[in-house]
């Protein structure tokens, strides 16, 4: 599988350690910029940069007809994007996290959901931890966890020391507490979980769109 890698920074400097040198085309960044010859050339492009730069490589990515993994996080998709990819018959997809453990979370959250008016009254809440040099608060993975639930989730976001990323629901109930969390405990999974999700998604593709990892887990649930 070769990938052109987008983003050298702390993740996607981790994608380069993993991947083989010879499937690695790239990294494009800030002094390499995005080539679309080149890109063109790779079965799949894994991209992890700031929502910013993100937003500023758009016109160049649309351009190009490799399928493509994203990682960015801390934006707003521009109105209209997600029509223009699917006119183009582009395959886009877009995490907020690319931990299997996180999808895992998701999971247990969707049985929640299912069994929610079978249980007494709960108050519930989301703790969301990252390192200080995280600039949006919450995360874009707290942000996605939330929505997951069928049921008010306030976030409580907080910036401590070198956590890479630490988020647990806790269930109120009036005579019991229910806790789901966790521990990312180095960047390299996030780096990992990518390459792997890469890898499922060109064997069982989804239609052409932008789509969530969410909707690639369910399409894989469905089809193994």
Same mark, same amino acid.
């Given at each position: 599988?070769?990938v052109?890698v ?12 993993l ?10 960044g800030?002094?390499n910029?995005?080539?679309?010859k080149?890109?063109n050339?790779?079965?799949v492009?894994?991209l992890?940069?700031?929502g910013?730069?993100?937003l500023e490589l758009?016109?160049?990515?649309? $351009?190009?007809r490799?399928?493509?993994?994203i990682g960015? &996080?801390?934006?707003?998709?521009p109105?209209? !994007? +997600?029509?223009q990819i ?5 395959y886009?997809?877009?995490a907020t996290?690319f ?9 247990l959250v ?12 709960f108050?519930a809440s989301?703790?969301?931890i990252?390192?200080t ?6 995360s ?8 997951w639930?069928d ?8 910036? $401590?020391g070198d ?6 629901? &806790?269930l109120k109930?009036?005579?019991?507490? !229910? +806790?789901?969390s966790?521990?990312?405990l180095?960047r390299?999974?996030?780096a990992?979980?990518?390459?792997d999700v890469?890898?499922?998604?060109i064997?069982k ?11 690639l887990?369910?399409?894989?649930e469905?089809?193994?």
């Open positions: 599988m070769k052109a987008i983003g050298s920074g702390k993740t996607g400097g981790h994608l380069l350690k991947l083989p040198a010879q499937n690695v085309i790239g990294p494009f800030r002094s910029p995005v080539n679309l080149e890109l050339s790779a079965d492009g894994i992890f940069v700031p910013e730069a993100f758009l016109p160049t990515l649309l $351009e190009s490799t399928p493509l993994v960015a &996080t801390g934006f707003e998709w109105a209209g !994007i +997600k029509d699917q006119k183009r018959g582009l886009w997809l877009h996290n931990s299997l453990g996180v999808q895992l979370f998701r999971q969707k049985t929640i959901n299912r069994l929610q008016k079978n249980l007494p009254s108050e989301l703790l969301d990252h390192h040099k995280k600039l949006d608060a919450p874009g993975t707290a942000k996605s966890m939330a929505s639930c049921f008010p989730v306030p976030i409580d976001a907080k910036r $401590e956590v890479v990323g630490f988020h647990e629901l &806790t109930f009036a005579q019991e507490t !229910i +806790k789901i966790h521990d990312a180095d390299s999974l996030f990992q979980g990518a390459i890469a890898r499922q998604w064997k593709p989804l239609p052409p769109g932008l789509h969530g990892i969410e909707a887990m369910d399409h894989l469905k089809t193994t």
